[in-house]
C-alpha cells in the first residue's frame, strides 16, 4: 500500500525518536546502516522531512537528524502526508477513478476496512508511542534488533 520512500520514512522517523536527541544527532549514513536503506535515498527522505518540520536537522560537522520532544507527539500520520501519500489511503486499490461505497471495484469491500483501520492507526497514535514499542521489545524496526 505505501511505497518504499513511506516506509523508509516511517523506518527512519521512529529509529531517530529512539536514539536521537538535540545533543546527540546521528547522520543518514547511520541511520540507513542501521535500518538497511540505501543512503541516498533516505537522505533525501530525512531532508525532505525536515524542510517540512517533521524532524530537526543541523548542517556542518556535528551536525545530523533528530527528533524534539515536540516533533515525537505528532502523530505518524504527518510522515506519510509529508512524504505525499496521504492519498493512497482514498486511492482505488485497482487503480480505478472511480471507486466508493456507492460505485464499488470488485476488491473495495475487502481493502478499505484494512484501510481505515491503518489510517486510524498512523493517525490517532504518536510517533513516540511507536518508538515506545520498540523500547519495549513489542515490536521492531529491522530482525536484528
Excluded at 520532544?69 to 482505488?92: H, R, S, Y
Excluded at 510517533?127 to 513489542?138: L, N, P, Y
Amino acid at each position: 500500500m505505501l511505497s518504499n520512500s513511506s516506509k523508509y520514512a516511517i523506518n527512519a522517523v521512529i529509529y531517530l525518536a529512539i536514539h536521537s536527541s538535540a545533543s546527540h544527532r546521528i547522520a543518514p549514513k547511520d541511520v540507513a546502516e542501521a535500518l538497511h536503506i540505501p543512503t541516498p535515498f533516505l537522505a533525501k527522505i530525512l531532508q525532505t522531512l525536515a524542510r517540512k518540520k517533521v524532524i530537526s536537522s543541523n548542517k556542518g560537522p556535528g551536525g545530523g537528524f533528530w527528533l524534539s520532544d515536540q516533533e515525537k507527539q505528532a502523530p505518524l500520520m504527518t510522515v506519510v502526508e509529508q512524504i505525499g501519500e496521504a492519498d493512497k489511503f482514498i486511492a482505488c486499490a485497482m487503480g480505478f477513478k472511480e471507486c466508493s461505497s456507492e460505485k464499488p471495484c470488485p476488491l473495495h469491500a475487502s481493502v478499505q476496512p484494512f484501510r481505515d483501520n491503518f489510517m486510524r492507526e498512523l493517525s490517532e497514535n504518536s510517533i513516540a508511542s511507536f518508538a515506545q514499542k520498540i523500547a519495549d521489545k513489542t515490536a521492531f524496526l529491522s530482525p536484528t534488533e
